[in-house]
């Protein structure tokens, strides 16, 4: 199908490569992203463990379980799609890219339930932030136990932290921690969001029936981005939800 | 064109043993000691992204470039984290310097030198 | 030579349109390599004019001629427009974008139309820096340190730190460009150990370009969450630590610094084999020595943050980690020197610009072991020596390079070529003006200047005065190249196709090249540098 190769390409093959290369390097620059932000993470989980273990104990373990699995099987769909692609299936492909498009939305959807939830108890980070121990039992797994804030474990120093009492002080850790949670999930979902817009676009083109065994190319590589989206969830869902 | 994809049926078995493991996650959540769930979260999830990787974005049938580009951001940021953690992991426990006589000073001798000097320490920047 | 060869082909990628559209829509990579050339030249003399307004503030120890505000403002607009908007595409998006897929004889990088998008990044970065600037400026530095740019300063932090996020993401895509077109578009016969030094040098940028960057993105981001939003991440009254951002910075800009100066050194090798008439000393070494500098640069950022607060022990091993970086160079310089040794040594101007390199990066370098020594570093820290290492490693590095790079494929560029005698004198006089700019910053600085106020004691002012008028120099001598390669667009005499007689595939390609490179794609047979075998015939050829 010599239409699909661009001028500056000798054939298929190099173009298929190039472009399948590219994405894995541009998927690598992703890892740094996202990683810049785990390691934030992996900084402020090793200073203030206590607050990370009262943060994660007021997030949904239900609803981000269920994501998972949703996100799982969008990525179930994005696989089909691309074995259907390479399989002379085009409209079977642009079938399962829905799917996984669907199973994106839906996604997507539960966790603006999420933080819709967020909002209505003020634990968005700012000014209107408040977080009591007490008052989020209601998602603690194991229940009441006490926490111990020790302040000498502190690096950095407070000059205020004779004015503050521990619960003042884990207060404000936790509100760091859900800094973290409200800047991680919102980048990735900003990435689902591009994911599906590409999806569609992709999704459209196969409808058209423009796949087949020798281009596939676009659906290989929307892909991988998609599949990929879903491994920062793999990462983020127990480094969030299930910290004990 | 000589790309291969994985199978429908390798499709579906991958995915089941995802959702093994994402229903062995939440129950290792169980775990009460902090340090060994991190390790059991993250063994899964990276057991999740391996098998994504591998079966889902059809790398076991990619070339060693391939292979070397995927691996170039984990490595990358196996470095970020080690070197950076390496600080934070070795830092002066804070506990001694705010027993040490000067830290516990320090509040005094800023009043102080705020009478002494009261435009240094004004507020707000004049732009 | 022959008259044939004098005229230019007569549809090369210059003429193949003049109209706005041709250019603002071309993928071909030899233009959009005309269109960095214009910018960053135009971003260059924006970075130049605010050192020219500091050096002046500093001729003097009182404040006289800017208050100390517009004093920080004009050495953060210096910094971040020198650094985002100039070095780190310098070398890599001019001389890179036009040569990478010539010298390894393909039609065009990989993705053209990303090509063209990372100029346009580039582009929109640069004007949301500029936009900062006319509305009041800058004052955090280049480095936006938090939490002052997070929380306390009362400037444009967020446009200019959003210019330099968005030139990071073209400077991304012109990596990714770069190691997917080595990877998969190498003329056939071009094995990895053939491939000329330039690419090996510009393929290990990428790769720092590709791992880095994402991560001062992400910084970056992490401020703007801050600032903008009220997230606190790196604040400390929420507990959060302001080293943090250090460390994200520095993993990305400390690297950055081997993407202003690897792609320099890759200029170097082409420059020094071609005018020694030899191939390059321990080609191997030279190009392992580009990954190694790559790789280990990685592993050194903690040396900036030896005083920050950091953890003794993490110090100590960023400090041995940092004389590391020293082996891969030390390789480079011995092996040019080497390369140099019994040579046919033609003392061109690319040559002049290439032996400027190789003495003021080894003065830059070796002072850089200075630093890296967390004792001495302890009392240089903040002070002129630091600011003097690093102009000698960006400036007697990596623009020496550049400019070099720019007279050497210049005939190959625009067909033309530019006078050799004005081209030696301001080779010389960027040198001399350089040394009398910054070698006093040495000396003031080990006296303990401290780096960016705006006033200082007396007994300072007569290293400042010499550094003012070496700059004054300095600027002299980077306008005559401006002048005379306009200058050569329309009165310099046609170059042939290989007017330096060196080797390499573009200088196979016509000068100006055609759109597409090569009339046929090329087939390379032997080794990078033949150039011993067919000595006699260059003595006998050679113009000057």
């Known amino acids: ?244 | 064109m000589a790309a291969h994809v994985t199978s429908s049926r390798s499709c579906y078995i991958v995915f089941g043993a995802l959702l093994v493991l994402l229903v062995l996650t939440v129950i290792a959540a169980g775990i009460e000691n902090h340090t060994l769930g991190i390790i059991v979260a993250l063994l899964i999830a990276t057991v999740k992204a391996l098998l994504i990787i591998v079966y889902f974005m059809n790398v076991r049938f990619a070339d060693w470039v391939t292979r070397l580009a995927v691996a170039a951001g984990f490595v990358g940021l196996i470095v970020l984290l080690a070197f950076m953690m390496s600080d934070y992991l070795t830092r002066d426990p804070v506990d001694e310097i705010e027993t040490s006589p000067v830290t516990r000073a320090a509040p005094e001798a800023f009043e102080a030198l705020a009478l002494l000097h009261p435009e240094a320490f004004a507020p707000g920047i004049s732009v | 030579m022959t008259t044939e060869l004098l005229a230019p082909p007569e549809r090369n990628y210059l003429s193949a349109g003049y109209t706005a559209r041709s250019w603002l829509l071309t993928v071909d990579h030899k233009r959009i390599a005309i269109l960095y050339m214009v910018s960053i030249t135009l971003f260059f003399f924006v970075g130049g004019a605010a050192a020219v307004l500091f050096r002046l503030e500093l001729m003097t120890p009182e404040g006289d001629l800017v208050i100390s505000e517009t004093y920080n403002k004009l050495f953060t607009l210096h910094g971040i427009v020198m650094i985002f908007l100039f070095l780190i595409p310098a070398v890599p998006a001019v001389l890179g974008n036009f040569l990478v897929p010539l010298m390894i004889g393909a039609r065009d990088l990989a993705f053209p139309r990303i090509n063209l998008l990372s100029w346009y990044l580039f582009m929109l970065g640069g004007a949301l820096v500029m936009w900062s600037t006319f509305v009041g400026g800058v004052d955090t530095g280049w480095t936006f340190y938090t939490p002052y740019s997070s929380t306390y300063a009362n400037t444009n932090v967020m446009l200019a730190a959003l210019g330099a996020f968005v030139t990071g993401f073209s400077s991304i895509l012109t990596g990714l460009n770069f190691i997917v077109t080595v990877h998969t578009m190498r003329a056939p016969g071009l094995r990895w150990f053939r491939l000329p030094l330039f690419i090996w040098a510009h393929y290990a940028t990428s790769l720092i370009m590709i791992l880095g960057t994402p991560v001062v993105a992400a910084a970056i981001f992490l401020v703007a969450l801050e600032r903008g939003l009220g997230i606190g991440i790196f604040d400390p009254k929420l507990g959060g630590d302001p080293l943090l951002f250090q460390h994200l910075f520095w993993f990305y800009s400390h690297p950055a610094v081997y993407i202003m100066v690897l792609p320099s050194m890759g200029v170097v090798s082409e420059i020094i084999a071609c005018f020694s008439r030899k191939r390059i000393f321990g080609y191997r070494f030279v190009a392992m020595s580009s990954m190694a500098i790559a790789v280990i640069g990685f592993f050194v950022w903690g040396h900036h943050m030896f005083v920050s607060g950091q953890s003794v022990y993490a110090g100590l091993v960023f400090s041995f980690l940092s004389m590391l970086v020293a082996i891969p160079s030390a390789i480079k310089v011995f092996n040019w020197t080497a390369t140099m040794h019994k040579g046919h040594v033609w003392l061109s101007t690319p040559m002049l610009y290439a032996l400027g390199f190789i003495g003021l990066f080894t003065m830059g370098g070796l002072t850089g072991l200075f630093l890296a020594t967390v004792a001495v570093d302890v009392h240089v820290h903040d002070t002129y020596f630091v600011v003097a290492h690093f102009h000698y490693i960006m400036v007697g590095g990596s623009v020496m390079g550049y400019l070099g790079g720019l007279h050497f494929w210049w005939p190959k560029i625009t067909g033309r070529m530019y006078p050799e005698w004005w081209g030696r004198f301001s080779a010389v006089l960027v040198f001399f003006g350089f040394n009398l700019t910054f070698f006093p910053q040495f000396v003031v600085g080990y006296l303990g200047m401290p780096r960016r106020y705006h006033t200082y004691p007396e007994e300072f002012q007569i290293y400042n005065v010499m550094s003012t008028a070496g700059a004054s120099i300095l600027g002299v001598a980077y306008l005559i190249p401006l002048i005379y390669f306009i200058w050569s667009l329309k009165y310099g005499p046609r170059a042939t196709a290989n007017p330096w007689d060196a080797r390499g595939l573009e200088w196979e390609a016509a000068s100006p090249p055609i759109t597409q490179n090569f009339e046929t794609t090329p087939i390379v047979t032997t080794d990078a540098y033949p150039y011993a075998e067919d000595e006699q015939r260059t003595e006998e050829t050679l113009l000057v």
């Open chain 1, 1 to 244: 199908m010599t239409g699909h190769v661009a001028h500056h390409f000798d054939d298929a093959e190099q173009q298929f490569h190039a472009a399948n290369l590219g994405m894995w390097i541009f998927l690598a620059t992703e890892v740094m992203f996202f990683g810049s932000l785990f390691a934030a993470y992996t900084a402020y989980r090793y200073m203030f463990p206590e607050a990370f273990v009262a943060g994660s104990h007021s997030l949904d373990v239900v609803m981000g379980t269920i994501n998972t699995a949703v996100l799982l099987l969008s990525s179930l769909f994005v696989a089909l799609a691309v074995n259907a692609a390479a399989t002379n299936r085009s409209r079977a492909a642009a079938g399962f890219l829905v799917g996984a498009i669907v199973m994106g939305v839906v996604f997507l959807g539960i966790k603006a339930v999420e933080y819709a939830d967020k909002f209505a108890h003020n634990h968005v980070p700012g000014a209107h932030f408040q977080f009591h121990r007490e008052s989020e039992g209601e998602h603690a797994v194991d229940g009441e136990h006490h926490v111990s804030v020790n302040e000498s474990a502190i690096p950095g120093g407070d000059f205020q932290a004779g004015h503050n009492s521990p619960d003042r002080t884990l207060e404000k850790r936790v509100e760091l921690f859900f800094s973290l949670y409200f800047a991680m999930t919102g980048l990735h979902a900003l990435h689902m969001v591009i994911g599906v817009v590409l999806l569609g676009i992709v999704a459209y083109q196969a409808w058209r029936g423009a796949y087949s065994q020798t281009y596939f190319t676009p659906v290989e590589v929307s892909g991988l981005y998609w599949h990929f989206v879903d491994i920062v969830w793999v990462f983020l869902f127990p480094l969030l939800y299930l910290i004990r």
